[in-house]
Nanobody, 114 residues
Framework: QVQLVESGGGLVQPGGSLRLSCAAS????????MAWYRQAPGNQRELVAA???????TYADSVKGRFTISRDNAQNTVFLQMNSLKPEDTAAYYC????????WGQGTQVTVSS
């Protein structure tokens, strides 16, 4: 059974940082494309960042230069380092694993507010 468990969300002031983690089980992690998506109330879920098995990365324009996605295949974990956070980054953040089909975590809430 595939499980993706996110952690690291919370409340942070504008300009602050958070590091999200997603621990995967039930998959050959090193073979999967991994990604972070987010969804704010009333909005569609959007891609934030993605990383291939070979560690090539893709970012949404809105987070380029502020967020960094990385993976540790030994720990079956993908990370999202978020710096210079803005109120518009407030959303539920979801981990995604994709190879032959997509798997989703349950999400972790990030709130950026003073």
């Amino acid at each position: 059974q595939v499980q993706l468990v996110e952690s690291g969300g919370g409340l942070v002031q504008p300009g602050g940082s958070l590091r999200l983690s997603c621990a995967a089980s039930g998959i050959v992690f090193s073979a999967y494309n991994m990604a972070w998506y987010r969804q704010a109330p009333g909005n569609q879920r959007e891609l934030v960042a993605a990383i291939t098995p070979g560690s090539s990365t893709t970012y949404a324009d809105s987070v380029k230069g502020r967020f960094t996605i990385s993976r540790d295949n030994a720990q079956n974990t993908v990370f999202l380092q978020m710096n210079s956070l803005k109120p518009e980054d407030t959303a539920a953040y979801y981990c995604n694993a994709n190879r032959f089909r997509a798997h989703w975590g349950q999400g972790t809430q990030v709130t950026v507010s003073s």
